[in-house]
């Protein structure tokens, strides 16, 4: 029978393995302890820095009237343009002159009641004097009639009455064919300028075709585009639409190297219906434009002002915003820090009194209710705030949680 074979597990391995062991758990057990000693130091910091008093910064709040806006972009356009025709059909004779006597063009000025386009009337003027003379015969025979008739009564009531109707038929047809010369005149409606010129001189025009375009531009409109989201500031019983005002500053001003003044504007009409395309309902903003420097087709932004309001403005870097809670930093609790009488140290040093004959206090967290606030530019317009709650953390609010302690400046206050 054959002889089993021993395996024997050598000891030196068995001596590795447990060496190995202890090694790990003793690292295992190393990093445990650091790293309850490092939580250990680190909320010993926290708590030590919020017993040390964070210096900050006082920002006193006062009521003041404020113009809550809103912004919007949009194209300068003509108040009204007029689109010029004949009212009867013939050749054109002559365009009007323009302040330097040349035939006028695109771009050039013109006044109300201006000539600006004539047509050829010499057919016209001879039927006008033909017809002159057919009522001056006609005026000697109705005086002549009316003599018989009042002295004579030789004349009967019929031939009476053919030189009364052929004197009214001969001046109606001078009036009407005075209306026809006055239609071959045409003149400008406005003062405005000439923005196009469809025809020539010599050229044959039809009944209502368009000669000219005139715009008016001494006042312009801004159309702003505005949603409906937002269209209820603006209109409804409860809003004068056109009381509203707003700023307009041109988009190449807000681009050059000097800040232009912005433009006063009012709001001149705002749109029943939305526009198909954009979804958006179209406002007008009447501007006065007498030095010419607003032109048709430039764009610029509007400042709308919906509504003024008595609030306050707060700094919109010193507000946050977590946890859909707005809320700010406010001193309270203020209290002077007296001096005390200097210890001296043990190593010898100068005592460290830079804290005395200051103002101290608690940092206490205000939460701005919804409905009471509002942004405008870089900051936050509060209808309602406490008077106990005016004096905002301005600087030194990052590291702030509710009832730490503070210190500032007595100044910060006034």
Known sequence: MAEKKKFDFPLAWVGRIVGMSAITILAVLVMIAVNLKGRTITQSSDDDANSKLAVV??????????????????????????????????????????????????????KTGQLIAQMDTDLLLAQKAEIEAMIDFAQGEFDRALELRQQQGTISDSEFGRTKRELAVAQSQLKTLQTQIDDAVLRSPVDGIISKRFIKPGEAVGLGQNVFEVIQVNQVKLVVGVPESKIYRMIGKDVDTQSLTAYVTLISHQRSSHEAKPLLGKVRRVSETSDDKSGLFELEILLENRDRKLRPGMIAIAKIVVEKVEGFLIPGDVVFDRKNEMFIFVADKAEKIEAESPKIPDDGKKPNTSESGKLAGVAKKVVLKPGTYEYQGGFLVARELPESDRHVIVNGHRRLVDQRKIIFAAADLK
Not at 63 to 72: A, L, Q, S, V
Not at 79 to 97: A, D, H, M, V
């Open 57 to 110: 910064s006082i920002l006193a709040l006062r009521p003041e009237p404020i113009e809550i806006t809103e912004k919007y972009s949009g194209t300068i356009r003509p108040l009204e343009r007029f689109q010029l025709s004949f009212k009867t059909t013939g050749r054109i004779r002559s365009l009007g002159s323009n302040e330097n006597g040349e035939t006028l063009d695109s771009g050039d000025i013109v």
